[in-house]
């Protein structure tokens, strides 16, 4: 009749392949869960003595700034305004006061977030 089969030769042990380092998950930002707002004392003063938002929104691009390490043009994004609790236009018109005032320059977009340079 039917022959029996020994799966036992057709079974392979089950092993997981190892990850070689460089494929490793590489952690950028630092392990506390908080993050240090900074930049320089006479911009944000000049920011701070324009509106308080525009202090705000100073410290957020500086802390984006810090993040990207030093590369520029920086995006501000709604999210990141969300985040910190900054509306949509509070934010457009701080951008505005800062840019008048020169401490920003601003490439505007149509239905884009705008590229902002730090002078």
Same mark, same amino acid.
């Given at each position: 009749?039917?022959?029996?089969?020994?799966?036992?030769?057709?079974?392979?042990?089950?092993?997981?392949?190892?990850?070689?380092?460089?494929?490793?998950?590489?952690?950028?930002?630092?392990?506390?869960?908080?993050?240090?707002?900074?930049?320089?004392?006479?911009?944000? !003063?000049? +920011?701070?003595?324009?509106?308080?938002?525009?202090?705000?929104? #100073? &410290? *957020?691009?500086? %802390?984006?700034?810090?993040?990207?390490?030093?590369?520029?043009?920086?995006?501000?994004?709604?999210?990141?305004?969300?985040?910190?609790?900054?509306?949509? !236009?509070? +934010?457009?018109?701080?951008?505005?006061?800062?840019?008048?005032? #020169? &401490? *920003?320059?601003? %490439?505007?977009?149509?239905?884009?977030?705008?590229?902002?340079?730090?002078?």
């Amino acid at each position: 009749m039917s022959k029996a089969v020994d799966v036992a030769k057709y079974v392979r042990p089950a092993t997981m392949p190892e990850i070689p380092d460089a494929k490793k998950k590489i952690r950028i930002y630092p392990l506390w869960s908080h993050r240090f707002m900074s930049g320089p004392e006479t911009w944000l !003063i000049t +920011a701070h003595s324009i509106s308080p938002s525009a202090g705000w929104v #100073g &410290l *957020i691009l500086w %802390q984006q700034w810090r993040l990207n390490r030093g590369k520029q043009p920086l995006k501000l994004t709604g999210r990141t305004l969300r985040k910190f609790g900054v509306s949509k !236009i509070s +934010a457009r018109r701080a951008l505005k006061a800062l840019e008048k005032a #020169g &401490l *920003i320059i601003m %490439q505007r977009f149509k239905h884009r977030s705008p590229l902002i340079t730090i002078v």
